[in-house]
């Protein structure tokens, strides 16, 4: 868990963000969903540490892939939720489905991005 410059919002492992207060939370693939998810709750929104904060929005923009739950981190894609990830987009695709899970395009132009990207890596 990584602090993001956002008062008690923190990045975790699964590239997921968190809004920590008292003893709940709540949880958002983006920091956009969160930042509506604390304002439905009447919660407080600031920055504390500017430089942070655009680091943050920074990762938060990158690690969009355009497929549900997907996210990628270092050389590998992972499937948010999961023990699934691999370094072949079709192949975390492959093992998705195979659990039974939802694979869901989110972002038509994002998604065939990364996917001509993902196949550029393996030619």
Do not use: P
Request: charged letters at 35%.
């Amino acid at each position: 868990m990584r602090f993001s410059g956002f008062m008690n919002v923190y990045l975790l492992d699964d590239m997921s963000w968190e809004y920590q207060f008292a003893d709940k939370s709540l949880k958002a693939n983006t920091l956009d969903e969160l930042e509506i998810l604390v304002s439905l709750y009447g919660l407080k929104w600031n920055i504390l540490d500017e430089n942070l904060a655009q680091r943050s929005l920074e990762i938060d923009k990158n690690n969009k892939t355009g497929f549900l739950n997907v996210y990628r981190k270092g050389d590998e894609w992972y499937y948010r939720g999961s023990d699934l990830k691999s370094r072949s987009l079709k192949t975390l695709k492959k093992r998705v489905l195979e659990k039974g899970l939802v694979w869901k395009e989110t972002d038509k132009v994002l998604a065939e991005k990364n996917w001509k990207l993902d196949l550029r890596r393996f030619k």
